[in-house]
Nanobody, 118 residues
Framework: QVRLVESGGGLVQTGGSLRLSCVAFGFTLNTYAMSWYRQAPGKERELVADISSAGQRIDYADSVRGRFTISRDNTKNTVYLQMNNVQNEDTALYYC???????????WGQGTQVTVVS
């Protein structure tokens, strides 16, 4: 069964850190670009970070640049999002997305909740 499973979310204090993981099942990630998105209550889903299939191109939303780091380990079929110095506005449901390019599938995970408390 093809799926993406996120984990690592939870409660974290302002200024703290979390590492999210996204594991692929039923397919291999090494030919897929991967992204982390988030959606806060009442807001649209937004792109947080993106990494190309081999990891050579990385982009971040301005709101997280310098605090979050996306990485991947294709040998483990896993993508990570290291979140440092989290702020209240980082509270959201975080999703990972795999996209294979033109004519190829797009997969989404079910999300992992991150809640930042003061």
């Amino acid at each position: 069964q093809v799926r993406l499973v996120e984990s690592g979310g939870g409660l974290v204090q302002t200024g703290g850190s979390l590492r999210l993981s996204c594991v692929a099942f039923g397919f291999t990630l090494n030919t897929y670009a991967m992204s982390w998105y988030r959606q806060a209550p009442g807001k649209e889903r937004e792109l947080v970070a993106d990494i190309s299939s081999a990891g050579q191109r990385i982009d971040y939303a301005d709101s997280v640049r310098g605090r979050f780091t996306i990485s991947r380990d294709n040998t483990k079929n896993t993508v990570y999002l290291q979140m440092n110095n989290v702020q209240n506005e980082d509270t959201a449901l975080y999703y990972c997305k795999a996209r294979g390019g033109v004519g190829r599938p797009i997969y989404w995970g079910q999300g992992t909740q991150v809640t930042v408390v003061s």
